[in-house]
């Protein structure tokens, strides 16, 4: 289920409101097109997973204004040329345009459409804000995942990377949408209990330093922990001293399921727990480490061998850490005035973008994923699947959203298409994405012509 | 106003739901005291400003679990032995306690309790997550933004800075969060329509590259925004070639209160631009700057004396980069048990904390902070001023919250009083923080027994 928020059409930068009332003060209002990409990939990222996409259709089918928000803009010492009307087709706000999108869980590269709004000029712009914080926060999120996930599994066995970042997310909301993003892109679970309940994400969670410090005791702790919960015990045993926390941890007398290291050395630790662990019978019980980790450091830790089953990651996946932000934009690319199809482009130096309303030709040759070639929509003679799909149509979704579980298991499946180099952590690796010839006359008509 | 969103209560991390319910089937349920605060402070940043206190107190103060809330919560299979009298617990759960803290727009650093929570076990242990991450983000982005701001008037003039960072932000509340904190510490306003809205926030806008692209010209799509706002008319100029825009700029026939610029060297397009507008007679026309702008290339362009008035930056603001997290925790430091004060503290490697409920005093000289001394909670004779102050008394607010423009008085007061080598952009400085004796002594005697 989504949730709509208190005043969420507000949620809005001032300035799609001031353009819109000055479309409408000019009675201007033709059909145009709006697309929605990322300008250039991170360093540090060879490809982007696309998500968010379902509470972007979501957001645009179901934008509308209330009195209170209307009468709140109308207010603003800006408004107060505006035409009254402006606040009336406010008012009436719906949207009935079309929408066309990338699947969730896509590779996507720079420069390609995620999201392509074709409406009216003010019901396209008034949009932009919410769908490019949507789709930036939830498609970096998702791709800085797929990376920790990648990484846990390097070695081939399958661990599990498990959400745990919400304490560190940019605000309460932020922790429920990384949830998502991070499980369509492979995380096992989250920590975070509403996104259980909003998107049915499987949760996780041990227990806290606090717990231990609350009683007299550790070994009292770990007891009391698992009288309450004997089947599913996590017992956190580095509040004190690590290897003493893994010998207590066996003098319970219960089953415990698992055991977490959260500081200190990994590596060393883990190893050293395994084995006192393993001397005590307790062979099933399964190593979760966290603290900080990212890619990297898991990368590390498992091409040292080091025993461990699960990996608890935080505040570098909920916030993307080296890359906190997508440079996703929303631009338009083309109007439609007096039956005619008139390309728009910004030339701006560094910022060149193509005109026109796009379709993305995937190529794959021996189930690999070769190169992707980006053509003027209906153009014809391209190889390949074509990526870019109808969401809505005259304002009418007309797409049946897939479940969590089909995005995470669409997203696996691409990433097997994908060559190995791209999924290095390292190395920097290009995926050849080209513009069709055509879309390249009508950006230097453009050029020539401002 | 604050907004209490769908299903706020589930909006935590599974593990305080689990830890309470094994406190509560051990009927242990002491009262304790936790604290909120900041490990360590990221590599690019002197001192950080509070921010988010009044959110994190009214949360508290609000926090109720609705029926089909503890029904989610019962039906999860970790659940399953609980018994049944903690789901009325939840049901009736009402936060009866004390809570203490920074004055919001404190200086603080790192140790230093931003929040004490002083309440039974079960009712602190579950405010964790949304505490953390509520304090977190906006402490982040209040300490970016006063960096930012710094940079802007670093040749004492006084330059705005408009927080535009909404589309980057971490999803769409992140923005209306970012925005409040950016205000705080000095920005001039936001582009956000929802901050305006819920917190009085000023509001700025300008115009998209779509106005202009959807004209059929440049010049045209000028006129056509003079016409609909003919005082606040701030034109983007950059959208073919920003010198070019400039002499439309000047060809309206309409008094352009500013041109912005959002591309290529800002530097020497600004001085250009400025030559053109003040040779056109347009002297009162301010510049403003945007472009993926932080504190850096801020302080390199009015070193480079560059003509500018305002700067719009967004991205870095508002997801604070460079440091998009800090290392807030949240952690048990004091049991009350049979009338005896028992001092907690994690001892684990790298990540010390110290026991007790703390105060921190905070010496000024001569107009100057010199340095801060935290102490036991009731110690005497320290000096300086007591910044931890009481918000909450038995699950009442004793407190009246400040406005924003109070809040941001305080952050410009107490930035006067920080010595200046703690305001440089690129030189680390730490500011002195000791701990009392006695709070060592509390340490050492943990160390010792475990």
């Known amino acids: 289920m989504e949730e709509i928020f208190p005043y969420q059409a507000l949620d809005v930068d001032l300035y799609e409101l001031t353009m819109a009332a000055g479309y409408f003060h000019h009675n201007y209002n033709p059909t145009v097109t709006f697309e929605l990409y990322v300008r250039k990939l991170p360093d540090t990222r060879n490809y982007l997973i696309a998500a968010g996409i379902e509470q972007a259709v979501k957001y645009i089918n179901s934008l509308r204004f209330s009195s209170e928000e209307v009468n709140y803009i109308k207010s603003l010492p800006v408004m107060k040329d505006v035409k009254p009307e402006f606040f009336e087709y406010l008012q009436n706000y719906k949207f009935s345009g079309d929408i066309f999108g990338l699947k969730e869980g896509e590779l996507v590269f720079a420069k390609e459409p995620i999201l392509q709004i074709q409406a009216s000029l003010i019901e396209a712009q008034i949009l932009e804000t919410f769908l490019l914080t949507t789709i930036n926060f939830q498609t970096a999120v998702a791709s800085k995942a797929s990376r920790v996930v990648q990484a846990a599994q390097s070695d081939g066995k399958d661990r599990t990377i498990l959400e745990f970042g919400s304490r560190r997310a940019h605000g309460p909301e932020a922790g429920v949408l990384a949830a998502r993003a991070a499980y369509i892109a492979g995380c096992a679970g989250t920590s975070n209990v509403l996104a259980g309940y909003r998107y049915g994400i499987p949760l996780y969670g041990t227990a806290a330093h606090s717990w231990t410090l609350a009683f007299d005791s550790e070994l009292d702790a770990f007891k009391k922990y698992s009288e309450v919960f004997p089947n599913s015990s996590i017992y956190l045993i580095d509040t004190f001293n690590t290897l003493e926390g893994a010998k207590r941890a066996a003098q319970t007398g219960y089953k415990v399921f698992g055991v977490r290291i959260d500081s200190g050395d990994l590596e060393l630790s883990s190893k050293e727990v395994r084995k006192i662990l393993d001397s005590n019978g307790m062979n099933d019980t399964i190593i979760i480490l966290s603290g900080d980790l ?34 996703v934009v929303y631009k338009l690319v083309e109007v439609e005035k007096n039956n005619r199809h008139l390309y728009r482009a910004k030339i701006c130096p560094g910022k060149i973008m193509y005109p026109g309303k796009k379709q993305i030709y995937r190529e794959v040759k021996e189930n690999n994923f070769v190169k992707d070639l980006i053509v003027l929509n209906g153009e014809k003679g391209a190889q390949g699947n074509k990526l870019l799909i109808q969401y809505v149509k005259n304002g009418e979704v007309i797409y049946s959203f897939p479940t969590l579980d089909e995005i995470r298991h669409y997203v696996r499946k691409n990433l097997q298409k994908l060559p190995d180099r791209f999924l290095s952590l390292d190395k920097k690796a290009d995926y050849k994405v080209e513009f069709s010839d055509k879309l390249k006359t009508l950006l230097s008509d453009i050029e020539t012509n401002n």
Chains 1, 2 share one sequence.
Do not use: C, H, M
């Open 294 to 327: 990212n890619e990297y450091k898991i990368e590390n830790l498992i091409d040292k061998e080091t025993p461990v089953d699960s990996f608890g990651v935080g505040t570098q996946l909920a916030t993307s850490e080296d890359a906190p932000s997508l440079s």
